[in-house]
């Protein structure tokens, strides 16, 4: 992995392909590297990107990974679109209501 200064131009909405965007508020919110395989299943499904996430979302959605792996159990999708669901902003930024 290498660590790339983005230039002016460059939005984290729409990066370069290969390219994953992360910022502060993400490190904040609990994400860490490698991310889990529940998160990356959760984006790919609901077809939004890391850096899309607000802070609500990604802090709701890894500590929820955390409680269900504590628990033994793997979140999913399911799971969580059940106890609540991603709604976009006018700006894309992707944030959690719950239930």
Same mark, same amino acid.
């Given at each position: 992995?290498?660590?790339?200064?983005?230039?002016?131009?460059?939005?984290?909405?729409?990066?370069?392909?290969?390219?994953?965007?992360?910022?502060?508020?993400? +490190?904040? &919110?609990?994400? !860490?590297?490698?991310?889990?395989?529940?998160?990356? %299943?959760? *984006?790919? /499904?609901? =077809?939004?990107?890391?850096?899309?996430?607000?802070?609500?979302?990604?802090?709701?959605?890894?500590? +929820?990974? &955390?409680?269900? !792996?504590?628990?033994?159990?793997?979140?999913?999708? %399911?799971? *969580?679109? /059940?106890? =609540?669901?991603?709604?976009?902003?006018?700006?894309?930024?992707?944030?959690?209501?719950?239930?």
């Amino acid at each position: 992995m290498v660590t790339i200064v983005p230039k002016r131009s460059d939005r984290a909405s729409l990066p370069p392909p290969w390219y994953l965007t992360i910022s502060k508020t993400n +490190l904040r &919110a609990g994400l !860490r590297f490698p991310p889990p395989a529940e998160l990356i %299943e959760i *984006l790919r /499904r609901s =077809g939004v990107n890391l850096s899309q996430f607000s802070f609500r979302a990604m802090s709701m959605t890894v500590g +929820l990974i &955390a409680l269900f !792996r504590d628990r033994g159990a793997t979140l999913t999708p %399911e799971h *969580l679109s /059940r106890m =609540g669901r991603f709604t976009n902003d006018t700006h894309g930024r992707v944030t959690y209501r719950s239930k």
